[in-house]
C-alpha cells in the first residue's frame, strides 16, 4: 500500500510571507488544522498548525506577523512511493508528500490513514473469513456472552440458517445443548459431543478462545458424520459402488483410511499419502499399526465401538481423529477412520485472529462515522431564551423527517452547528455529515467539488478520479453553507440533483443515484436574491421546505450571561487552564454589548480573555476596551445610542470608500484590504448604496 493511494492531493498552502491572521482565516474556511509552507514553486519550507497560531498570540505577536517567523522547519516528510508502514511507524497526524526534487504533491493526513488501516484490516477479514467458508466443516464461534460471532458456511448448511440470520444471537437460541456456554464458564475444552442439528447427526469438538490468559469466546468445530456412515451402511454391492466410494476417499481434504476386521488396511486416501509420505502401494495389505502410529483402528474393528472426536498424535503433531466401525447385517466388516483437522491449535489461532481482526475493523469503522459525521448534537445549542427554545423545538421536528432544511441567520450565529444537530438527531446519524462552504471553493472546482470527476477529466486530475460531496455523502447529510454564494449556473445542477437524486461526475457518462438529505444556510435574504435574478426562484423553493431562522445574539439577551460562562469553562477546560468566572460586573457589560459578530465574536473574546487574564474572576476593568467603551453612563440614552450608531456606519462608509479608492475599484483587492470576505464587501456596498 503507497503513500500516493491515499494521500490528499493538492491541500491548502500558505506562503512564507502570509500572515499569521490569514493563516487563522484558511484554517477556518477549509476546516483544516495544519498547513504545509511553500515557496512560489511549491517547494516545501515548513509547516504551521493551529498551536503555532496560539503560541503567537498568548507570546503577544501581532496578527501580521508572517508565518515564517512562527513555522516548524525541517519538517518530516515522506514521498509518494513510499509504503504506508513507513508513516505508520511515524507516528505524526499529518505529513507532507513530496517529490524528489522536494516540492509538496499532497498531504496524509489522520483520516487517509484511517481510511488505509480500514481497507488494510477489512482485507485481512475478508480473506480470513473465505479461508473458514472453505473448511469441510461447521465452525461456529460465540463470544463471552454466548452471541455467535462466527458461522462459516458449511455450519449454515447444517444449522439451515444464514450467517446474517445468527450472527449477534445467543448460540442456545440457535443450537440447543451445544455445550459451547459450558466451555465459557469452565475454560476447559470438551470433544466427541455426538448432537443432532436439524435432520444432521453431528460430533463438536469445543475449546475455549483465551487473550492474555482470559477466556474471550468458544469455539466449536461440528463434523457430519452421518454422511460417512450412511454411505458405509449402504455398500451392500461392493462392486457397484467400489468406484464412487474410491472417487469420494480421493477427492477428500481429510486423511482416510479404511481397514478389514482383521485391521489389515483396504483404502488409503491420496491426502493420507501426502501427509505421511507414503505411497498407497506400500500400505494396502499392511496391518494398520505398521503404518500409522497410536491408531486404535485395529481395536474398534473389535469392539464395535466408534471413537470420535479423540486427540492422535502422528508424526509428533496433536491431531484429531475418528474411527468408525462399519457394519453390515450386524456384524463388523471393517470400519474407517478419518483425520478431522490435522492440527487443532492452527485452527484456534485462526478463530482468536478472526476475532481481534473483527475488533479492530469494528473500531475503524466507528472512528470513520466520527470523522465524516456530526460533532455537535442539541446539547451543544445553548440558550434559554424563547426564541432560542423556539428554533430548537422546530429543529428537532425538522430532524426527524428528510426533507430539505435551509437555516438562516446572521454570520456567526451558529447555522453549521444547528446543521450538526439536525443531522445527529435525525435517522440519518449513522450516516455520513458532509460540509462544504459554496463561497469559498472557485467557482471552476465547485463542480468537481460537489460532484466530483473521472481520472483524466481535467488536467491535474487525481488518477482513478475522486468521488464528490454528493457521493460520500450518500445516506446521510450534506451541508451547504453561504448557499446564497453559489453561482447560478451550479444552482442549475444542484436543482437537478434535488429532484432527480442522481448525480454524475465531471468527464462521466454514467449517473449515480444518491440518497442525500440537504441543509443549507444562508446568512442572506435569499427571497430578495430571487427578486434580484442572482439566485433561482425554484431552488429557493425546493431548499426552502423547512426554515429556521436563529435570532442574532443581540435579541436573545438573556442568553448572553449563560453563553459567556459556558464558553470560558469550555476554553479553559480545553487548554487546561485552572477554571474562571465573570465577575456580576462583567457580565452586564456583556449584555450591554451588540455583538455584531453573534456567538463567534464572542467565543473569541472569552478565548482573549483565558488567554490574558491571570485572574480567576474575570472583572469589567479586564474586557475589552470595544466592550467597555460601548458602556459609558450614557450608553441607553437613545440620543447617545443613535450618535454612536451613526459614527459607526460613517466611520465603516469611509472605509469602504477609501478601500474602493486603493484597490482601484476591484471589489477583490479592495476586499483584502480590508481583511473580509468579498461576499461580506458586497453586502456592505449594497447597504450603503456604493454598488
Same mark, same amino acid.
Given at each position: 500500500m503507497k503513500v500516493q493511494k491515499y494521500m490528499t492531493p493538492d491541500p491548502v498552502t500558505l506562503r512564507p510571507q502570509d500572515s499569521i491572521f490569514l493563516a487563522a482565516k484558511t484554517f477556518l474556511a477549509h476546516h483544516v488544522d495544519g498547513a504545509p509552507i511553500v515557496d512560489e514553486r511549491g517547494l516545501l519550507l515548513g509547516l504551521i498548525t493551529k498551536t503555532h497560531l496560539y503560541q503567537a498570540m498568548t507570546g503577544g505577536l501581532p496578527l501580521t506577523t508572517t508565518v515564517e517567523r512562527v513555522m516548524t522547519t525541517g519538517v518530516v516528510t515522506v514521498s509518494p512511493d513510499d509504503d504506508?508502514?513507513? =508513516?505508520?511507524? #511515524? &507516528? =505524526? +497526524?499529518? #505529513?507532507?508528500?513530496? @517529490? +524528489?526534487?522536494?516540492?509538496? =504533491?499532497?498531504?496524509?493526513?489522520?483520516? *487517509?490513514? !484511517?481510511? &488505509?488501516?480500514? *481497507? +488494510?484490516?477489512?482485507?485481512?477479514? *475478508?480473506?480470513?473469513? &473465505?479461508?473458514? @467458508?472453505?473448511?469441510? /466443516?461447521?465452525?461456529? &464461534?460465540? @463470544?463471552?456472552?454466548?452471541?455467535?460471532? !462466527?458461522? /462459516?458456511? +458449511?455450519?449454515?448448511? #447444517?444449522?439451515?440458517?444464514?450467517?446474517?440470520?445468527?450472527?449477534?444471537?445467543?448460540?442456545?437460541?440457535?443450537?440447543p445443548n451445544n455445550g459451547l456456554m459450558e466451555v465459557l464458564q469452565t475454560g476447559e475444552p470438551r470433544t466427541g459431543q455426538r448432537l443432532v442439528v436439524g435432520s444432521t447427526t453431528v460430533i463438536s469438538d469445543r475449546t475455549p478462545i483465551t487473550s492474555q490468559g482470559r477466556v474471550i469466546g468458544a469455539l466449536a468445530v461440528f463434523q457430519d458424520v452421518s454422511e460417512l456412515q450412511k454411505a458405509m451402511e449402504e455398500l451392500v454391492d461392493v462392486r457397484k459402488f467400489a468406484h464412487t466410494l474410491e472417487t469420494i476417499l480421493e477427492t477428500a481434504y481429510e486423511g482416510i483410511i479404511v481397514v478389514d476386521p482383521d485391521g489389515i488396511v483396504t483404502m488409503f486416501n491420496r491426502a493420507y499419502e501426502d501427509f505421511l509420505g507414503i505411497k498407497r502401494e506400500e500400505v494396502i495389505g499392511r496391518h494398520v499399526t505398521e503404518v500409522i502410529e497410536n491408531t486404535r483402528m485395529h481395536i474398534v474393528v473389535k469392539t464395535g465401538v466408534p471413537e470420535i472426536g479423540l486427540k492422535q498424535k502422528i508424526m509428533g503433531q496433536e491431531m484429531v481423529v475418528q474411527r468408525i466401525p462399519i457394519f453390515e447385517d450386524n456384524r463388523i466388516i471393517g470400519a474407517v477412520g478419518k483425520v478431522m483437522f490435522k492440527d487443532v491449535k492452527d485452527l484456534r489461532a485462526m478463530a482468536e485472529r478472526l476475532h481481534a481482526l473483527e475488533s479492530k475493523v469494528e473500531y475503524y469503522e466507528t472512528e470513520l462515522k466520527k470523522i465524516r459525521g456530526s460533532k455537535y448534537t442539541f446539547d451543544h445549542i445553548v440558550g434559554t431564551s424563547g426564541k432560542m427554545l423556539a428554533v430548537k423545538n422546530m429543529a428537532l421536528k425538522a430532524a426527524q423527517g428528510h426533507s430539505n432544511v435551509l437555516i438562516t441567520g446572521e454570520s456567526g450565529t451558529g447555522k453549521e452547528l444547528l446543521a450538526h444537530a439536525i443531522h445527529h438527531a435525525s435517522p440519518r446519524a449513522s450516516g455520513p455529515f458532509i460540509r462544504l462552504n459554496c463561497a469559498a471553493i472557485p467557482q471552476d472546482l465547485l463542480e468537481a467539488e460537489l460532484f466530483g470527476y473521472e481520472e483524466g477529466a481535467f488536467t491535474g486530475a487525481r488518477k482513478r478520479g475522486k468521488p464528490g460531496k454528493f457521493e460520500l455523502a450518500n445516506r446521510g447529510t450534506i451541508f451547504l453553507d453561504e448557499i446564497g454564494d453559489m453561482p447560478l449556473p451550479m444552482q442549475a445542477k444542484i436543482l437537478r440533483v434535488l429532484q432527480e437524486k442522481e448525480i454524475e461526475r465531471v468527464g462521466g457518462v454514467e449517473t449515480l443515484k444518491v440518497d442525500v438529505r440537504v441543509v443549507a444556510a444562508t446568512n442572506k435574504d435569499l427571497q430578495e436574491l430571487v427578486e434580484q435574478k442572482l439566485f433561482r426562484n425554484d431552488l429557493f423553493y425546493r431548499l426552502n421546505v423547512i426554515t429556521l431562522a436563529i435570532p442574532p445574539l443581540r435579541e436573545r439577551n438573556e442568553d448572553i450571561p449563560i453563553l459567556a460562562q459556558y464558553w470560558l469553562e469550555k476554553l479553559c477546560d480545553e487548554m487546561g487552564i485552572p477554571g474562571k468566572r465573570f465577575a456580576p460586573e462583567a457580565l452586564e457589560y456583556f449584555r450591554a454589548y451588540q455583538w455584531r459578530g453573534n456567538v463567534r465574536e464572542m467565543i473569541n473574546t472569552v478565548e482573549r480573555l483565558v488567554n490574558t487574564v491571570d485572574k480567576t474572576v474575570i472583572e469589567g476593568q479586564d474586557l475589552p476596551a470595544g466592550i467597555t467603551g460601548w458602556n459609558q453612563a450614557e450608553r441607553d440614552t437613545p440620543a447617545a445610542r443613535g450618535t454612536l450608531e451613526k459614527s459607526l456606519c460613517d466611520t465603516e462608509r469611509s472605509s469602504l470608500l477609501e478601500a474602493m479608492e486603493k484597490a482601484g475599484g476591484n471589489k477583490t483587492v479592495a476586499a483584502r484590504i480590508l481583511g473580509i470576505h468579498r461576499s461580506t464587501l458586497y453586502d456592505k456596498l449594497h447597504k450603503y448604496g456604493l454598488a
Open positions: 504506508l508502514d513507513k =508513516v505508520f511507524s #511515524l &507516528a =505524526v +497526524k499529518r #505529513l507532507p508528500v513530496v @517529490d +524528489k526534487e522536494g516540492y509538496l =504533491v499532497g498531504m496524509i493526513t489522520a483520516t *487517509d490513514l !484511517l481510511t &488505509a488501516f480500514y *481497507d +488494510k484490516y477489512r482485507s485481512a477479514v *475478508d480473506q480470513l473469513q &473465505a479461508i473458514l @467458508d472453505s473448511a469441510y /466443516n461447521g465452525i461456529i &464461534a460465540v @463470544d463471552r456472552e454466548g452471541k455467535i460471532i !462466527l458461522f /462459516n458456511q +458449511k455450519a449454515e448448511l #447444517l444449522v439451515g440458517c444464514s450467517a446474517a440470520e445468527v450472527k449477534g444471537l445467543r448460540i442456545t437460541e440457535v443450537i
